[in-house]
């Protein structure tokens, strides 16, 4: 019989979960907690095509790790907690500790918290849920996946930002990087697909959040995030690159604190702040019945993606295997890419397959995302993202490994 494999992805009020079947990759039930500490939290589970929602006061992770629990035990997802063989836990900042997935030892938890004045809004809720399934579960193997791990190959010159020397080594002041295991998804992806190890590659992963990450001979040579997800393209809410004088300058204009500056430049910016709609659907109608400002949001998040491209083509020297679009807008949106690549086709004689762009997401399981022309210099793709399959299989090894005696701890300390 199969084993059952837990995935957590704690927020600072959520806790999303997904039980797997082992070895057979398959989903058994997924649940959403929301609102946890408020009087109205609620959680939804799905299952066999069903979505169930249920009100219930949830004051603490540890509570919706009890309701969790309860409810795959009441629908007999499990005959036993015993059932659960490896919990995989998402976790936003592995700092330059971490450059793969780890199982979660007192060390990797103390690391984890000490992580957080680089993760304030992520950690507090992860570290919950991981001590929350500690407390029920002891002897279960528990890993973390990381989103900054991928990204740990970057060279000195791409992470370092021209601070003094000394915010880098005694406040870890440089780039991390994130979307890592999306991005670690798509390469692995591609190196299949292509039938290659040491791949060249730009990925834009294009979703509510944005990064680009430009992959050199297989691995991350460089990203767009920084310090924190802030930084880089132009995101829904998030402003992306911008001069950090605004910063002090709009404080002392609009008599703002820095805090009240940072939480407006993470939420209330990007496609939201110029045109009203971070949610790229409503844009796009907003766009094509004339609106002025969508339009120019949408011009603006091209080319911040088509500004990478170009530094990342530089950087590959002109040797790009594939070039390829991913997660919610990038999956779905039509036009963004067709605009993308018309932007480029001359610069880097690259051709667009109108076709098959228009057709790739309602036979996305039906072919292999290619959108280019077979004359296009470089090869074009669609691929959609699956992090939670990568936190799965990283899940599933480290425990299979533990199982079979065969563990080695690896801890990468920074330099
Ligand atoms: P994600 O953060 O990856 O879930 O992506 C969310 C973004 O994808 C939102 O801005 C959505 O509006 C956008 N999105 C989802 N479906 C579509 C679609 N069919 N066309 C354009 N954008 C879409």
């Known amino acids: 019989m199969g084993e059952k494999f837990l995935i957590i992805n704690a927020g600072s009020s959520s806790l999303k979960f997904s039980l797997y079947d082992m070895p057979e990759t398959k989903e058994i039930v997924n649940g959403y907690i929301e609102k946890i500490g408020n009087?109205?939290?609620?959680?939804?589970?799905k299952y066999d095509g069903k979505k169930l929602e249920k009100k219930r006061i949830i004051m603490t992770h540890t509570d919706a790790v009890q309701i969790m629990l309860m409810e795959l035990l009441k629908n007999n997802f499990i005959n036993d907690i015993t059932d659960i063989k490896g919990i995989g836990h998402r976790v936003l900042h592995g700092g330059e500790f971490y450059s793969e997935s780890v199982l979660i030892d007192k060390d990797v938890l103390d690391n984890i918290k000490a992580l957080i004045k680089l993760g304030p809004l992520h950690h507090p809720g992860e570290i919950a849920g991981i001590e929350s399934m500690q407390n029920v579960m002891p002897n279960v193997p528990q890993v973390a996946v990381f989103d900054t791990a991928f990204h740990q190959t970057m060279p000195k010159?791409?992470?370092?930002?021209?601070?003094?020397?000394?915010?880098?080594?005694?406040?870890?002041v440089r780039k991390y990087?994130?979307?890592g295991t999306s991005?670690?998804?798509?390469?692995?992806?591609?190196?299949?697909?292509?039938?290659?190890?040491n791949v060249n590659l730009i990925i834009c992963h294009i979703g509510s959040g944005a990064s680009m990450c430009c992959v050199k001979n297989g691995?991350?040579?460089?990203?767009?995030?920084?310090?924190?997800?802030?930084?880089g393209l132009v995101m829904g809410?998030?402003?992306?690159?911008?001069d950090s004088s605004i910063i002090e300058y709009i404080c002392k204009e609009r008599n703002l604190s820095i805090e009240e500056v940072n939480t407006i430049l993470n939420k209330k910016s990007g496609l939201l702040g110029i045109?009203?709609?971070n949610d790229f659907r409503d844009l796009e109608q907003l766009a094509n019945s004339g609106d002025e400002r969508a339009k120019l949001a949408i011009k603006m998040l091209q080319n911040s993606i088509t500004k990478f491209i170009a530094q990342y083509y530089v950087e590959l020297e002109g040797n790009v295997d594939a070039i390829v679009f991913t997660a919610g807008i990038g999956e779905n949106?039509?036009?963004l890419r067709a605009n993308i690549v018309n932007a480029i086709s001359n610069a880097l004689d690259i051709k667009l397959n109108k076709e098959a762009n228009s057709n790739i997401a309602r036979f996305k399981e039906n072919q292999n995302g290619l959108i280019s022309t077979n004359d296009s210099k470089i090869k074009v793709f669609v691929v959609p993202t699956n992090e939670e399959y990568m936190i799965l299989k990283d899940t599933y090894e480290i425990s299979q490994k533990i199982k079979n005696n065969e563990f080695v701890k690896t801890l990468k300390k920074g330099n």
């Open 39 to 45: 009087d109205d939290s609620f959680y939804t589970l």
């Open 157 to 172: 010159e791409s992470y370092m930002y021209a601070v003094p020397y000394e915010w880098y080594t005694e406040n870890g």
């Open 177 to 179: 990087g994130f979307h």
């Open 183 to 197: 991005h670690k998804y798509i390469t692995e992806t591609m190196k299949k697909q292509l039938g290659k190890e």
């Open 219 to 231: 691995k991350c040579y460089n990203t767009t995030m920084g310090l924190t997800p802030l930084d």
């Open 237 to 242: 809410t998030r402003c992306g690159t911008i």
């Open 275 to 277: 045109a009203g709609k």
């Open 333 to 335: 949106s039509i036009s």
